[in-house]
Antibody, heavy 120, light 107 residues
Framework: QLQLQESGPRLVKPSETLSLTCTVS??????????WGWIRQPPGKGLEWIES???????YYNPSLKSRVTISIDTSKNQFSLKLSSVTAADTAVYYC????????????WGQGTMVTVSS | DIQLTQSPSFLSSSIGDRVTITCRAS??????LAWYQQKPGKAPNLLIY???TLQSGVPSRFSGSGSGTEFTLTISSLQPEDFATYYC?????????FGQGTRLEIK
């Protein structure tokens, strides 16, 4: 059974870079039937899509975050990663990684999420 | 960006009730819509994709319909485990967007 697990620092200082990694287990990140994405949810608020990446390296970004976001994929480690630069308190959120089914573009498997707080 | 507006934002219902949540898109999105259920402290769970296709393992009391700009999620007979927040998501074009959520609570 495929599982996703987010990892990375839970506390980031303002103006620094938030870095998270999603490790995929129980399946291959190179399976062309799927691609991968990051979604976040500020405390008490709704869901915001951040970005998506294919195993080939093709990427799609939310324009509202594009200038600060970098996503990468490491097929040898079965991982993909998110970097969000110049963070502020507004970036405090639960960050989820998820799998997307190419056939219908929905997020069918999610990680448990990791709460990242931006604070000095 | 395509905006999704869910109604109502909050719903109070009883066990056994039939419940309908609406999601309206700011422009046509064909059938590129998904519905998710989220319980407190948990990741969202995919219920419906392609507007009306039930995800494997999801109870048949959940159903989806619609196309273009108006979509509905229906729960035919509410069960205790259905009290949660529901989100729609459009998959028609980037950026992917979500509705603001509908919180379903026990009356």
């Amino acid at each position: 059974q495929l599982q996703l697990q987010e990892s990375g620092p839970r506390l980031v200082k303002p103006s620094e870079t938030l870095s998270l990694t999603c490790t995929v287990s129980g399946g291959s990140i190179s399976d062309s039937s799927y691609y991968w994405g990051w979604i976040r949810q500020p405390p008490g608020k709704g869901l915001e899509w951040i970005e998506s990446i294919y195993y080939s390296g093709s990427t799609y970004y939310n324009p509202s975050l594009k200038s600060r976001v970098t996503i990468s994929i490491d097929t040898s480690k079965n991982q993909f990663s998110l970097k969000l630069s110049s963070v502020t308190a507004a970036d405090t959120a639960v960050y989820y990684c998820a799998r997307v089914v190419v056939a219908y573009d929905a997020f069918d498997i999610w990680g448990q999420g990791t709460m990242v707080t931006v604070s000095s | 960006d395509i905006q999704l507006t869910q109604s109502p934002s909050f719903l109070s219902s009883s066990i056994g009730d039939r419940v309908t949540i609406t999601c309206r898109a700011s422009q046509g999105i064909s059938s590129y819509l998904a519905w998710y259920q989220q319980k407190p402290g948990k990741a969202p769970n995919l219920l419906i994709y392609a507007a009306s296709t039930l995800q494997s393992g999801v109870p048949s009391r959940f159903s989806g319909s619609g196309s273009g700009t108006e979509f509905t999620l229906t729960i035919s007979s509410l069960q205790p485990e259905d009290f949660a927040t529901y989100y729609c998501q459009q998959l028609n074009s980037y950026p992917i967007t979500f509705g603001q959520g509908t919180r379903l609570e026990i009356k």
